[in-house]
Nanobody, 130 residues
Framework: QVQLVQSGGGLVQPGGSLRLSCAAS????????IGWFRQAPGKEREGVSC????????FYANSVKGRFTVSRDNTNNTANLQMSSLKPEDTAIYYC???????????????????????WGQGNQVTVSS
């Protein structure tokens, strides 16, 4: 079965850290670029960070630059988003998406994946609150 399974997330205090993971099954993640997106209640989906299939290039939204780090482990078919110095405004449901390469990273992160050749994770709630 082809799927992306997310793990991580939860409740954290402002200034804390969380790690999200995205594991692929049924396909080889190394052929896909990965995007992390979030959607807060009443807001549009926002691209957070993206990483090329090779891991050689990354993109970060200005709102998370310097606080979030995207990575991938193609050997283990996984991708991760390490989130630090979390703020209440980071509260949202976070989704990973895998788009078949080749991918234009800026387009992936700012406009989202081409759903004709992409898979989505199920989403994880991240809540930053004291």
């Amino acid at each position: 079965q082809v799927q992306l399974v997310q793990s991580g997330g939860g409740l954290v205090q402002p200034g804390g850290s969380l790690r999200l993971s995205c594991a692929a099954s049924g396909f080889t993640l190394s052929s896909y670029s990965i995007g992390w997106f979030r959607q807060a209640p009443g807001k549009e989906r926002e691209g957070v960070s993206c990483i090329m299939s090779s891991g050689g290039s990354t993109f970060y939204a200005n709102s998370v630059k310097g606080r979030f780090t995207v990575s991938r482990d193609n050997t283990n078919n996984t991708a991760n988003l390490q989130m630090s110095s979390l703020k209440p405004e980071d509260t949202a449901i976070y989704y990973c998406a895998a788009e078949k390469a080749p991918t234009e990273l800026f387009r992936l992160c700012t406009r989202g994946p081409n759903d004709d050749r992409a898979y989505w994770g199920q989403g994880n709630q991240v809540t930053v609150s004291s």
